[in-house]
């Protein structure tokens, strides 16, 4: 895309179309979010983070996606699907992403792997805050998407007379 700036000079530079994010063509992905590690984020308080990881995964609820999970446990209230590795995946799927370490390093490996990946900033947390903006510019640098929860909910709900739309969405940050 050329730009003009000025009488007889332009510019080119890289412009993407605006991706929507599709909750019948998404899935929801939760990497390593372990109580333990809740110390190491200091870019949230403790409570928000919380809050914040339990918005993360109520969107598997909400818009009725399917969820992976990974955990070092087989005794959750869940039916487990054990899968060896991403290839075993939909590779129509969005994925969302949380946690940095896991967040940055699996958002780029998938995205690698031609997927569209959407990361929650709201979710993902390390330490310090400074940590966090560099893996956010490096993934969006990767074409990653990183989007706040709240971001996320309205790109999903796309029109609020659509199920789940405004009337179910917005009370629900605050359940």
């Known amino acids: 895309m050329s730009v003009r700036f000025a009488p007889g000079t332009t510019s080119t530079f890289n412009h993407k179309a605006f991706e929507r994010i ?10 390593d979010h372990q109580v333990g590690l809740f110390q190491m984020v200091k870019d949230f308080t403790p409570a928000e983070f919380r809050n914040n990881i339990l918005a ?17 446990t087989e005794s959750v209230s869940l039916t487990l699907v054990i899968r060896r590795s991403e290839q075993s995946l939909n590779p129509r799927y969005v994925l969302f992403i949380c946690q940095y370490v896991c967040t940055t390093f699996s958002a780029m490996s998938l995205r690698g ?4 990946v959407y990361g929650n900033a709201d979710a993902s947390g390390t330490s310090p805050a400074k940590a966090a903006e560099d893996a956010k510019a490096r993934m969006r640098s990767a074409g990653i998407h ?3 929860t709240f971001a996320i909910v309205c790109d999903l709900t796309r029109d609020r007379r659509n199920k789940p739309g405004a009337s179910e969405a917005l009370p629900w940050p605050d359940r």
């Open 22 to 31: 599709d909750k019948n063509d998404a899935a929801l992905l939760i990497i």
């Open 146 to 148: 990183v989007y706040s």
């Open 113 to 116: 792997a031609g997927y569209t």
């Open 56 to 72: 993360h995964a109520s969107l598997g609820k909400l818009f009725n996606l399917p969820v992976i999970l990974t955990t070092s």
